[in-house]
């Protein structure tokens, strides 16, 4: 039993290490992880209620995400939420909101705000639609 544990223990770490740790949504060292990633799949971040990353353009590169962009949420009780995306342009948030949620970015003073809202929490997870290389593109700020 001591063998099979032995041997257990780096691939357990190593998975630890792969996945970022869990759920981090304090901003501690896991917050810089896996730029335009889903990171709200099974098993990751499950804490979280809107999660992304914001990129300079739509097609950009996961190293290219951009520090300091407002991501500005308004639940359908009208209450705002600004996110601020951090080094490597990924934002995140556990707080409870009211959906539908209307999403925009704003970046120098140009704010871009999204064509539609998210109807449930399901979309919350930004990357599951606006992933890299996909047809809508990366969540992005001109």
């Given amino acids: 039993m001591r063998?099979?544990?032995?041997?257990?223990?780096p691939l357990m770490a190593a998975t630890i290490t792969a996945c970022g740790g869990g759920?981090?949504?304090?901003?501690?060292?896991?917050?810089?992880?896996?730029?335009g990633e889903n990171c709200m799949r099974s098993g990751c971040h499950g804490n979280f209620t809107l999660a992304g990353t914001v990129f300079p353009s739509a097609?950009?590169?996961?190293?290219?995400?951009?520090?300091?962009?407002?991501?500005?949420?308004?639940?359908?009780?009208n209450t705002q939420t600004t996110l601020t995306s951090n080094a490597a342009?990924?934002?995140?948030?556990?707080?409870?909101?009211?959906?539908?949620l209307q999403v925009s970015v704003v970046r120098n003073g140009q704010t871009t705000e999204?064509?539609?809202?998210?109807?449930?929490?399901?979309?919350?997870?930004?990357?599951?639609?606006?992933?890299?290389?996909?047809?809508?593109g990366a969540v992005y700020a001109n």
């Avoid at 097609?59 to 009780?77: L, P, Q």
């Avoid at 999204?114 to 809508?136: Q, V, Y």
């Fill in 3 to 9: 063998k099979m544990l032995f041997l257990l223990l």
């Fill in 23 to 35: 759920d981090d949504d304090e901003g501690g060292s896991h917050a810089l992880m896996a730029p």
């Fill in 59 to 77: 097609t950009s590169s996961a190293s290219a995400g951009i520090a300091g962009v407002s991501v500005v949420v308004t639940d359908a009780n």
């Fill in 89 to 100: 342009g990924n934002f995140y948030t556990g707080k409870a909101m009211a959906w539908p």
């Fill in 114 to 136: 999204m064509s539609s809202p998210l109807s449930s929490a399901a979309e919350g997870a930004c990357a599951s639609c606006h992933s890299l290389g996909s047809d809508l």
